[in-house]
């Protein structure tokens, strides 16, 4: 078993017993629904086994040849992977490290122009993520492109919806997650913005940096019925997340389009409960009709504080340097990372 100090103080002590009195041992359903949420499906598997063992009735019987079938998925979702021979290790110190596969172009096309030889990429990110990011925590990574992110968040204990709207890189996602038997990193093929519907998108090299640039979000130019796009279904946060629990932590990363991300968001920023990390293309805006006064006039000044990371961590960010031409938002050789954080935070 692994460190279960994290777990359930009911699970906990039932895993407990599983070791010290077996004989007694008695699974609650609510333990074991628990159970399905946090244990890998082996532990599950020896769970309802054993409650099989002292229990032999039908039901009993019933629930473990379900519990099996969490295993048997694992094994199916792993078979219709990409295969890889290849892979590169990134070392992010302190114990962390992960394989990301480099047998595919979209994966080794990130690691040749944004991955340093030696380090790590957007290590401010990273920092903030290991200080921030807490097991059991839900973070939603919108530009996934092939994981990085949210392979990270994941590793670090937390789930992740790793939002991307290339249908090309959601293999990679799974696969790079797969590799580090990282199972909490969830996947969606989506393209999150200010609406639902569908939105034409070219069918281009998935190159880091380029999708939201390229895509057209409006059905005008290219119809649903054209052969080079895809037809990528298209959400708000607000329809993901429409009441509490939400996310701990929303990382944009979109190419210019963050000002829609942040306009299908509205109830989610009116609760004050996410973090929320912008990628900010100040250059990039200007595709969609969204300037920097209209990321900003989203957060309340009485509600939300801004900082930007740096290699020091997140510095305080002020409004007006947010919006100053020539401060460190509006840069053309840098996305600034911007920390909107609810002042209760």
Not at 22 to 47: M, N, Y
Not at 256 to 277: K, N, P, Q, Y
């Amino acid at each position: 078993m692994k460190d279960l100090r994290h777990l359930d103080p009911d699970l906990r002590e039932t895993l407990r017993r599983t070791l010290l009195d077996p004989s007694t041992l008695a699974v609650r359903p609510e333990v074991l629904q628990t159970a399905i949420v946090v244990l890998h499906p082996d532990d599950i598997k020896r769970l309802a086994t054993w409650q099989k063992c002292l229990d032999p009735t039908p039901a009993t019987d019933h629930v473990r040849r379900q519990m099996n079938r969490l295993a048997d998925g694992r094994r199916y979702r792993q078979s219709v992977l990409p295969t890889w021979k290849r892979y590169r290790k990134v070392d992010f110190g302190d114990g962390l490290a992960l394989l990301f596969a480099i047998d595919h172009p979209a994966v080794n096309a990130f690691m040749r122009r944004v991955m340093p030889a030696t380090g790590v990429h957007e290590p401010e990110l990273v920092a903030y993520l290991r200080q921030t990011v807490r097991r059991g925590d839900l973070v939603v990574d919108i530009g996934a492109h092939v994981g990085y992110v949210s392979c990270v968040v994941g590793a670090l204990g937390a789930a992740v919806l790793a939002v991307e709207m290339q249908p090309t890189l959601i293999p990679m996602i799974q696969l790079n997650a797969w590799a580090n038997d990282l199972w909490s990193v969830h996947t969606l093929c989506a393209a999150i913005s200010d609406r639902t519907g569908l939105v034409p998108s070219l069918r281009v090299s998935p190159s880091p940096g380029l999708q939201a640039t390229v895509g057209q979000w409006e059905r005008g130019q290219y119809p649903l019925n054209g052969q080079n796009h895809d037809l990528i279904p298209t959400l708000t946060l607000d329809d993901l997340f429409p009441q509490a629990p939400y996310p701990k932590l929303v990382k944009v990363d979109v190419e210019g389009a963050e000002g829609r991300v942040l306009a299908g968001a509205s109830r989610m920023i009116a609760a004050a409960a996410t973090i929320f990390m912008v990628e900010v293309h100040a250059h990039l805006l200007h595709f969609n009709n969204h300037a920097l006064a209209d990321i900003l006039e989203r957060f309340p000044e009485d509600r939300w504080a801004l900082s930007i990371l740096t290699a020091a961590g997140a510095e305080p960010l002020s409004r007006l340097a947010f919006l100053d031409p020539e401060g460190p938002v509006v840069r053309p050789d840098h996305n600034a990372p911007v920390l909107f954080s609810p002042r209760s935070t």
